[in-house]
């Protein structure tokens, strides 16, 4: 960077904020059709030695990347930085409020960034935090309040400003810090209704809602030459389906992405399954950075266990480990699944690890470049100057993970390729759970569980290859109509559907004239042909029909059994064996040849498993007559879950009383 730049990024001399200046690029303008989604930057120093310059970098570098960032009327969406904690410039703090400087650099020190909104009674949510925060085991050794320069700030920033309040101080349980903080950081936001950027013993996050050099500008303590770091782990936002805010701009505790997650939903289900406090108004990235901050803070997994876990490999990239790893990855893709796969390019920190990953379908770029001081991870690797290089570029591959260890001690940092850190997580984790051996997690394991090999159990029994008929009856009480019939038999004849349109384009069954089924009332228009290429393995993984029946593998032990059953398609057949029409035999017949099961056969699958007896239960769907609809709702709602809270796994919805006709 030019001397000018330099001075203004340590405080030489005043910045102040205009959109001109702050899109001013170091090199030259980015043309506004050259758009691209978010930037992530990420360096670690090679000697493990905290210094000034990773953060001297890293502006610069966000600031080359500010094409792939958005803006509202010429205002960044946001940008920010993950970092060690400034020990020296809070050394000062705490010795001006009576205490020992030296107690910064206890394993117990913590500090804490909280934005307080503007409308919120600051004084009295200031009261109670502190009260919060004392009875949950942390003791205030120093405060800071507004310590900004908010007229670096662009008009709409300045009216989204929070205050930013800084708290550092000591976990009276040392042994159990990272969990007290995480649950203290949880019951902040939760009771009082702030945002909580960061609340860690080794880390802290500034971001602001504008461009880099806002940001360089708007915090005084990234220009203080005290402030030193090992790591620096930036993001410029680009904001595509959430208006910008501060609380939203990444990084988060943990993580920075580019990308999105496109099971959100799915994400958000699994999460709270597991007890992930999910927050109600979070965003995709924020509810992956919960989930993540939850296994590792909450629940003792290191970083690199709980990104294997949450982005896992695909299956067929499981397959083709080497043999002591497959079971174990397997277990490990069983008891989450694939919930967090994007696109998305993740860098993500938590004390001494660092965690760089694409993801299985690698549509965000994330390369990885070194520096003779630095390994860096970034978008573009245009970010770090030819002359610096010291190898190649690399980019990450689909699905591929980079780990770096910080070793502070040592003075060493240590990169981990992906086939190194895929046993670092499996040694780490056998540890953890006092396993030693793949061995001992039991039968599941021994070929990599269901999701390996194409059998399906139980049909031996199949039945003669006959047509099957039914009668008109049989296929009015399902709903058929003659065009239903008509349709079937024209795909029969030719294979393929006798419409020519992509997608339905008939009426929406709430509009239609005439009579719907329940199923009609759920379409899906997809636009296939707009996808880009994807090679045949991730195809299968992220177009996957097959489905998953009874309960995941316990994460905490790998060697309980709970009988996972997997179909290859999610269509069960049966259900009428005693309707003389239909022949078991020939339906089980086709079930098998279609990789599922017939209803029957899977119930017997659930069957006498455990002490406790059955593992399904049937629910009766019928309305009584005397319920209302919402009523009846609410019933099998109660009865589903006192029926999962007994130990079922399967629960099979039944309306076979109404054929009673007493329903």
């Known amino acids: 960077m030019s001397d000018t730049q330099s001075r203004e990024l340590h405080g030489e001399s005043p910045v102040r904020y205009s959109p001109e200046r702050a899109y001013r690029p170091l090199v030259s303008p980015p043309s506004v059709e050259d758009k691209d989604a978010c930037a992530i930057y990420a360096s670690v120093r090679k000697d493990a030695t905290p210094s000034h310059a990773p953060i001297e970098l890293a502006i610069p570098a966000l600031h080359k990347m500010l094409h792939r960032a958005g803006n509202v009327d010429g205002e960044g969406d946001g940008c920010g930085l993950l970092l060690d904690l400034p020990r020296k410039i809070w050394a000062e703090e705490v010795r001006s409020g009576g205490h020992d400087p030296s107690l910064t650099l206890d394993d117990a020190f913590a500090v804490a960034h909280i934005f307080i909104e503007r409308s919120q009674d600051r004084e009295r949510i200031q009261h109670d935090a502190r009260e919060l925060l004392g009875q949950g085991g942390f003791r205030i050794l120093a405060e800071r309040i507004g310590v900004v320069d908010s007229p670096a700030l662009g008009p709409t920033a300045r009216e989204e400003e929070p205050h930013f309040w800084q708290l550092a101080g000591l976990v009276a ?84 992405h580019n990308g999105e997650i496109n099971t959100i939903e799915q994400l958000r289900q699994e999460a709270k399954m597991l007890g992930v406090p999910i927050h109600p108004d979070g965003s995709d990235s924020q509810d992956l950075n919960r989930t993540i901050d939850t296994l590792v803070s909450r629940d003792g997994l290191s970083l690199a266990e709980a990104m294997e876990m949450i982005v896992p490999p695909i299956v067929e990239e499981i397959r083709s480990l080497p043999e002591d790893l497959r079971p174990f990855y397997m277990y490990l893709r069983q008891a989450m699944g694939p919930f967090a796969q994007g696109p998305v390019a993740l860098i993500a920190r938590h004390a001494a690890e660092c965690v760089f990953s694409s993801d299985a379908l690698g549509l965000r770029p994330l390369w990885q470049v070194e520096t003779g001081e630095d390994f860096v991870f970034s978008s573009e690797p245009g970010v770090v100057p030819v002359a610096a290089m010291v190898s190649e570029p690399k980019p990450l591959a689909p699905g591929e993970k980079a780990l770096v260890l910080i070793d502070r001690s040592a003075k060493r940092s240590t990169l981990h390729a992906h086939d190194e850190m895929l046993r670092i997580v499996r040694k780490s984790w056998l540890r953890r759970n006092g396993t030693e051996e793949v061995a001992d997690y039991g039968r599941a394991l021994e070929s990599g569980g269901p999701l390996e090999g194409e059998e399906v159990p139980g049909y031996s029994d199949a039945g003669p290859e006959e047509p099957v008929k039914v009668a008109d009856r049989v296929l009015a009480g399902f709903g058929w109509q003659r065009d239903d019939v008509k349709l079937v038999q024209q795909m029969a004849s030719n294979g393929s559907e006798p419409v020519g349109s992509l997608g339905y384009d008939g009426p929406l069954a709430a509009l239609s004239p005439e009579r719907q089924n329940l199923a009609d009332y759920f379409k899906e228009t997809v636009a296939v042909v707009t996808n880009p290429a994807i090679d045949r393995e991730r195809e299968i993984e992220h177009f996957s029909t097959r489905a998953v029946f009874g309960a995941r593998p316990p994460l905490d032990d790998p060697a309980e059994q709970t009988g996972i059953t997997v179909t290859n398609i999610p269509i069960l057949l049966g259900g009428h064996h005693d309707l003389a029409p239909i022949g078991d035999g020939v339906y089980r017949k086709i079930a098998a040849d279609h990789g599922t099961y017939l209803l029957e056969d899977l119930w017997e699958e659930f069957q006498d498993r455990d002490e406790s007896g059955t593992r399904a239960r049937a629910i009766d769907v019928a309305l009584l007559e005397s319920e209302t609809t919402q009523g009846a709702i609410e019933r099998l709602k109660q009865e589903a879950v006192r029926a999962v809270s007994d130990g079922a796994q399967l629960l099979v919805l039944t309306d076979r009383t109404v054929y009673d006709g007493e329903r």
């Open 173 to 256: 349980d040392a042994s159990r810090r990272d969990r007290v903080l995480f649950d203290l950081l949880i019951e902040l936001e939760q009771k009082l209704d702030v945002h909580v950027p960061s609340f860690s013993a080794t880390t802290c996050v500034y971001k602001v809602m504008g461009a880099p050099k806002v940001l360089g500008a708007y915090y005084p303590d990234l220009r203080d030459e005290r402030f030193e770091t090992i790591g620096s782990f930036g993001h410029n936002r680009y904001s595509t389906n959430t208006w910008p805010s501060f609380k939203r701009v990444q990084p988060f505790s943990v993580l920075g």
